[in-house]
T-cell receptor, first 114, second 112 residues
Framework: AQSVAQPEDQVNVAEGNPLTVKCTYS??????LFWYVQYPNRGLQFLLK??????LVKGSYGFEAEFNKSQTSFHLKKPSALVSDSALYFC????????????FGKGTRLHILP | GAGVSQSPSNKVTEKGKDVELRCDPI?????LYWYRQSLGQGLEFLIY????????KSGLPSDRFSAERTGGSVSTLTIQRTQQEDSAVYLC??????????FGQGTRLTVV
């Protein structure tokens, strides 16, 4: 069965500094990988996805993520953090070789310090 | 509609009562997912539908939980004999031809 690990419950970054939110996954087949963001009292918003092709994918709000097949990782990155980036971030995986469900990690709370 | 719609947005119920949560997916989306988010917890997968069929019900916590989807559109998640541990935000998402799913705003269920 597929699974997703987000090893950090919380990440603190000073405004203007680069940020990284870590994600590793486990699937038996080829993965589709996603990042979502959740602001307080809101639903989840889609940020970006990896399907195939370039390992570096770009998404909304200046975020990007790097797919690393050998390390089974899909870390979320941004070159310069904004206070408004503070939110809860979820990594997710869909295993195309088995079935269609999407499994999420437990989430990482990102705090951008002014 | 333009997005995934869930109703009610908030539900307070007494322990032991049954509740129904509704999800209206984006028009034309064939896949529909239900998740549960407890306070401070991640997203727990409950069930997903492809059309009206549910290939994977493995996430339903107990036989008090059931879900159905009719006409390949609206889905209802039913919780019978609610317990306090059922209190959570229940999120629905739908997906069309693209890889990613789109979420509704959720139903906050409180069992008192």
């Amino acid at each position: 069965a597929q699974s997703v690990a987000q090893p950090e419950d919380q990440v603190n970054v000073a405004e203007g500094n680069p940020l990284t939110v870590k994600c590793t996954y486990s699937v038996s087949g080829n993965p589709y990988l996603f990042w979502y963001v959740q602001y307080p009292n809101r639903g989840l918003q889609f940020l970006l996805k990896y399907i195939t092709g370039d390992n570096l994918v770009k998404g909304s709000y200046g975020f990007e993520a790097e797919f690393n097949k050998s390390q089974t990782s899909f870390h979320l990155k941004k070159p310069s953090a904004l206070v408004s980036d503070s939110a809860l971030y979820f990594c997710a995986v869909r295993d195309m070789s088995r079935d269609d469900k999407i499994i999420f990690g437990k989430g990482t709370r990102l705090h951008i310090l002014p | 509609g333009a997005g995934v719609s869930q109703s009610p947005s908030n539900k307070v119920t007494e322990k032991g009562k049954d509740v129904e949560l509704r999800c209206d997916p984006i028009s034309g989306h064939t896949a529909l997912y239900w998740y549960r988010q407890s306070l401070g917890q991640g997203l727990e997968f409950l069930i997903y539908f492809q059309g009206n069929s549910a290939p994977d019900k493995s996430g339903l916590p107990s036989d008090r939980f059931s879900a159905e989807r009719t006409g390949g559109s609206v889905s209802t998640l039913t919780i019978q004999r609610t317990q306090q541990e059922d209190s959570a935000v229940y999120l629905c998402a739908s997906r069309g031809a693209q890889a990613e799913a789109f979420f509704g705003q959720g139903t906050r269920l409180t069992v008192v």
